[in-house]
């Protein structure tokens, strides 16, 4: 996203430096001395897209880089993320990236997966691996 017009480039700015409390359109606007419509009308001729929309897909992109490299929870995620319904949030990822904020985080811990149902991803490395870990630790001190 490489806006040619200064004002565009301001409030993209603002929108990235206010992740976790999002502003509202009509405060962007204020901010570079434009009313509302005429923000959303430059919006949408330089970025094809709306100021919602381009704040909505930059809370999920930084979600995403959340999850993906920090050890915060999904709910973490999500309220830094200005994210404040976790239904919407997880239902708005999944339709982005196609996958659910827990399933990109296990995917991230133990590598993709073909062909296993969602439970069975997130229960097995949860459940199975500490016990095999922990079978093989006593066999050791048993022999």
């Keep these: 996203m490489n806006p040619g017009e200064p004002r565009i480039r301001r409030v993209l700015a603002l929108m990235e430096r206010h992740r976790a409390r999002p502003l509202q359109v009509a405060a962007l606007a204020r901010a570079v001395n434009l009313s509302p419509a005429h923000l959303r009308r430059l919006f949408r001729q330089e970025l094809g897209r709306s100021p919602v929309r381009v704040q909505h897909d930059l809370a999920l992109d930084h979600a ?80």
């Design 64 to 143: 995403r880089d959340l999850l993906q490299n920090s050890f915060l929870t999904v709910k973490e995620v999500m309220a830094a993320s200005g994210w404040n319904d976790p239904s919407h949030f997880c239902r708005e990822f999944k339709r982005r990236y196609g996958v659910s904020p827990l399933a990109l985080r296990l995917r991230m811990r133990i590598g993709p997966r073909t062909s296993v149902s969602a439970h069975e991803t997130a229960a097995a490395p949860l459940l199975q691996r500490p016990i095999l870990i922990s079978e093989r630790f006593f066999e050791k001190e048993i022999t």
